[in-house]
């Protein structure tokens, strides 16, 4: 491809909307343009980026045997509402009407549709296991579409369901799944970890996130501090266990003391003199059912993750000023669990642990002081609330956690039964007993796995693509286009790496030779190949590699095999 004719526009200047690296850099090489908020336009470049981690994620679900479908991206509205998504899923999901004004959404995700296939075709355990996949635009009407490709609206997901016998049959494909996930980032130059992640209410189901690793990240990733451990979890999921000593001291008397204005844990603590680990922080929640006190201590925070998954409710919202007003009596600030009525108290079982402890009195300016859960109130419901941090020990091991920020580019998921159940997709066994179909379900984003890749890859002049998924590997710039000679030259090293194999762009406007190579270091090729008219006199070229920025002269006469060394290097 000659650069004169290709659709790059790179531009000069950061764009103003954008935050994130890749965002920015994706805009400003000339990979895309925005059409709407989340919704992009890929340019010749981005799409042969993405081309390639598409094939990448094909030959590894092939591998593992899984069959290529293309399932439709608008769904009709009864498949969601025998699943019961019609209404959870919320407004994140496109939901339209065609002209006789039946219901369709735009299909976030395929569990639905593939579950309906599946139950229609699929009728014999000598039909099983099945993995079927799709790589496809998926809708979500995310409430912050932001950081480019990161968060859209519309992006590009690789879907496979894997459909089995039993939970054994699950767990066989689940490995595969993690096998082929591990190898696709590999093979995309990436740095990843597989993280343990947060399954939802389900509870209970095996689910891992991949992650790569980069500041960026939205995602909090706690990994274990000894590499032979392993244990890495999201936030979201992570957990600790608790260090708190058992009760030694006598029981105080429960008294009521004047904190006027002190509403925070810091402003407690300053103003009774005690440390904030003998505080029960209170906050109160409302669901879509009830309202909810849940407390930790107060050196901790909660997780409302796991609140949410402790509290089978559909809706979790921090309860406004006047819902706090009328549960506990008392402006917000003030809420402790003793006394406490008509609402769920949820402990995490550190409180259980607590002496002598301190918490509001729900009454305005005032706290209880030598307040002992196993005597002044029951919680409801005793349940690991904490939000896990870098510096607490490792669940497994003890080790120190360490914590990075992470890009969730794929999850891997075991659903079980919970769809085939829903729309009574069924087989029969052996004995010709009906049974469900075990299922699991496993995503990779590959809009966001290009965005995640530049975020681990650029330097202040632009992109530094990882060879396997660059979208061209070489860019050949004649220094000078006046020259005929070099010009004749140039020509002849672009048609010779083209003939081999090696997939190369010849520079050939009418620029100078510092413009071309910033547009070329900020585009990202592996290789450049100058042709320069000092060189040529001598017979050699330069190859400059982007990543290392090393510069080597090779000889005119071996550029394709010098080249082609050099990216075998890099693979
Ligand atoms: P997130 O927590 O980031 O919203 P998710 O857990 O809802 O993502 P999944 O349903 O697991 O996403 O989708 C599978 C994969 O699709 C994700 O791992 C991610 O790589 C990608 N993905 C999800 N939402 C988006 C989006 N809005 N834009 C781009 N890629 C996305
Ligand atoms: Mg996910």
């Given at each position: 491809m000659r650069i004169s004719n290709l659709l790059l526009p790179t531009l000069r200047e950061v764009p103003a909307e954008a935050e994130v690296i890749s965002h920015q850099l994706l805009l400003r090489a000339g990979f895309m343009r925005k059409a709407a908020a989340g919704v992009y336009t890929l340019l010749p470049l981005a799409w042969r980026v993405v081309r390639k981690i598409e094939q990448i994620i094909r030959e590894e679900m092939d591998r593992q045997g899984g069959q290529e479908i293309m399932m439709p991206i608008i769904q009709p509205a009864e498949l969601w509402q025998e699943s019961g998504r019609w209404d959870v899923y919320g407004p994140e999901l496109f939901r339209l009407k065609d002209r006789h004004g039946r219901d369709f959404c735009l299909g976030p995700t395929h569990e639905e549709i593939i579950t309906s296939l599946v139950k229609g075709e699929v009728n014999s355990y000598k039909q099983l296991p099945l993995l079927l996949y799709q790589i496809q635009n998926k809708y979500r009407d995310e409430r912050r579409p932001r950081f480019g490709l990161m968060r859209g609206r519309e992006f590009i997901m690789k879907d496979l369901y894997s459909f089995d016998r039993d939970q054994a049959g699950l767990d066989v494909s689940y490995n595969k799944m993690y096998e082929a996930y591990t190898n696709v980032f590999s093979r995309c130059g990436l740095q990843f970890r597989p993280v343990v992640a947060d399954s939802g209410a389900i509870g209970g189901s095996d689910t891992h996130e991949f992650m790569v690793l980069a500041e960026s990240g939205e995602a909090t990733?706690?990994?274990?501090?000894?590499?032979?451990?392993?244990?890495?979890?999201?936030?979201?999921?992570?957990?600790?266990?608790?260090?708190?000593?058992?009760?030694?001291?006598?029981?105080?008397?429960?008294?009521?003391?004047?904190?006027?204005?002190?509403?925070?844990?810091?402003?407690?603590?300053?103003?009774?003199?005690?440390?904030?680990?003998?505080?029960?922080?209170?906050?109160?929640?409302?669901?879509?059912?009830?309202?909810?006190?849940?407390?930790?201590?107060?050196?901790?925070?909660?997780?409302?993750?796991?609140?949410?998954?402790?509290?089978?409710?559909?809706?979790?919202?921090?309860?406004?000023?006047?819902?706090?007003?009328?549960?506990?009596?008392?402006?917000?600030?003030?809420?402790?669990?003793?006394?406490?009525?008509?609402?769920?108290?949820?402990?995490?079982?550190?409180?259980?642990?607590?002496?002598?402890?301190?918490?509001?009195?729900?009454?305005?300016?005032?706290?209880?002081?030598?307040?002992?859960?196993?005597?002044?109130?029951?919680?409801?419901?005793?349940?690991?609330?904490?939000?896990?941090?870098?510096?607490?020990?490792?669940?497994?091991?003890?080790?120190?956690?360490?914590?990075?920020?992470?890009?969730?580019?794929?999850?891997?998921?075991?659903?079980?039964?919970?769809?085939?159940?829903?729309?009574?997709?069924?087989?029969?066994?052996?004995?010709?007993?009906?049974?469900?179909?075990?299922?699991?379900?496993?995503?990779?984003?590959?809009?966001?796995?290009?965005?995640?890749?530049?975020?681990?890859?650029?330097?202040?002049?632009?992109?530094?693509?990882?060879?396997?998924?660059?979208?061209?590997?070489?860019?050949v710039v004649p220094v000078s286009n006046k020259d005929q000679k070099l010009l004749q030259a140039a020509e002849t090293i672009y048609n010779g790496l083209n003939a081999t194999g090696v997939e190369t762009v010849i520079d050939d406007r009418p620029e100078r030779a510092g413009v071309k190579f910033n547009d070329a270091d900020l585009v990202g090729y592996p290789v450049r190949v100058t042709v320069g008219s000092k060189g040529l006199a001598n017979g050699q070229v330069e190859l400059y590699l982007r990543r290392d920025g090393e510069t080597v002269l090779v000889p005119l006469n071996n550029v394709v095999g010098a080249v082609k060394a050099k990216l075998r290097q890099m693979d």
């Open positions: 990733v706690l990994y274990c501090g000894d590499e032979k451990c392993g244990y890495a979890a999201n936030q979201e999921r992570a957990e600790t266990f608790s260090a708190a000593s058992p009760i030694t001291n006598a029981l105080e008397q429960l008294q009521t003391v004047a904190t006027p204005g002190c509403r925070t844990v810091n402003e407690v603590t300053e103003l009774l003199n005690v440390p904030p680990e003998k505080i029960i922080k209170t906050v109160i929640y409302t669901t879509d059912k009830e309202n909810v006190a849940a407390m930790v201590r107060g050196d901790r925070e909660i997780n409302e993750i796991k609140l949410y998954n402790a509290l089978d409710c559909v809706r979790l919202d921090l309860a406004d000023e006047q819902t706090v007003q009328s549960v506990t009596g008392a402006p917000v600030g003030y809420a402790g669990p003793v006394g406490l009525s008509g609402v769920r108290l949820v402990a995490d079982p550190e409180i259980t642990k607590m002496v002598n402890a301190v918490c509001g009195a729900n009454e305005k300016d005032k706290h209880l002081v030598n307040v002992n859960p196993q005597r002044d109130f029951k919680p409801d419901v005793i349940i690991d609330l904490r939000l896990v941090k870098a510096g607490e020990p490792c669940p497994h091991c003890g080790s120190e956690l360490h914590e990075a920020r992470g890009i969730e580019v794929g999850q891997v998921f075991k659903l079980g039964t919970k769809y085939s159940k829903a729309l009574g997709g069924t087989f029969l066994d052996e004995n010709g007993k009906a049974k469900p179909y075990v299922m699991g379900c496993y995503g990779i984003g590959v809009t966001r796995t290009m965005a995640a890749a530049v975020e681990q890859n650029y330097d202040d002049r632009g992109i530094i693509w990882p060879v396997q998924i660059a979208p061209y590997h070489v860019i």
